[in-house]
């Protein structure tokens, strides 16, 4: 009966430590080997102080032998009852630079709710790549979309490539 006992003990200790609730951190690291350096995009909007929960660079390699990339960063803040997401895009990304909104080469799309229901698509700005060295993607942005203007926008997010 002993035997039960702690086998019965032992099975609920590994149950329970299975149940676990796993924690996630609300920010992660750009750099491999300094985890201070963190994934953020900040702006106004309206004149409303705008962060966000996620941000996120993609790329798509261009097919001729140009290297240049088609780059997209995406950032989204679920903080509020209503989720909101900045969508920026730059054809054929060379690097740092300037890019002017100039659609449908370099877009900016302030969304409302989830993406693809309340699309609001820039008629003017910039987005401008500071630096991309290392594993950092830095820039800027601001953008008139309809009826709201993003200004003072920054972000850093993991270079995609």
């Given at each position: 009966?002993?035997?039960?006992?702690?086998?019965?003990?032992?099975?609920?200790?590994?149950?329970?430590?299975?149940?676990?609730?796993?924690?996630?951190?609300?920010?992660?690291?750009?750099?491999?080997?300094?985890?201070?350096?963190?994934?953020?995009?900040?702006?106004?909007?309206?004149?409303?102080?705008?962060?966000?929960?996620?941000?996120?660079?993609?790329?798509?390699?261009?097919?001729?032998?140009?290297?240049?990339?088609?780059?997209?960063?995406?950032?989204?803040?679920?903080?509020?009852?209503?989720?909101?997401t900045v969508y920026l895009y730059i054809t054929n990304y060379r690097g740092p630079n300037t890019y002017n909104i100039d659609a449908p080469y370099n877009t900016a799309t302030y969304y409302i709710g989830s993406i693809g229901n309340n699309r609001n698509f820039a008629s003017s700005g910039q987005i401008?790549?500071?630096?991309?060295?290392?594993?950092?993607?830095?820039?800027?942005?601001?953008?008139?979309?309809?009826?709201?203007?993003?200004?003072?926008?920054?972000?850093?997010?993991?270079?995609?490539?």
């Amino acid at each position: 009966m002993n035997r039960l006992g702690v086998i019965i003990f032992v099975a609920l200790c590994v149950a329970t430590a299975a149940c676990k609730k796993k924690v996630y951190t609300s920010v992660h690291s750009v750099q491999q080997t300094n985890p201070d350096s963190t994934v953020i995009m900040t702006a106004t909007v309206n004149g409303q102080s705008w962060q966000t929960d996620s941000a996120f660079a993609y790329a798509d390699q261009i097919t001729n032998d140009s290297g240049a990339y088609n780059l997209t960063i995406v950032a989204t803040n679920k903080t509020g009852k209503i989720p909101t997401t900045v969508y920026l895009y730059i054809t054929n990304y060379r690097g740092p630079n300037t890019y002017n909104i100039d659609a449908p080469y370099n877009t900016a799309t302030y969304y409302i709710g989830s993406i693809g229901n309340n699309r609001n698509f820039a008629s003017s700005g910039q987005i401008t790549i500071t630096s991309d060295i290392a594993y950092n993607l830095l820039g800027t942005f601001n953008f008139t979309a309809d009826s709201i203007t993003v200004a003072n926008g920054s972000f850093n997010v993991l270079a995609p490539y």
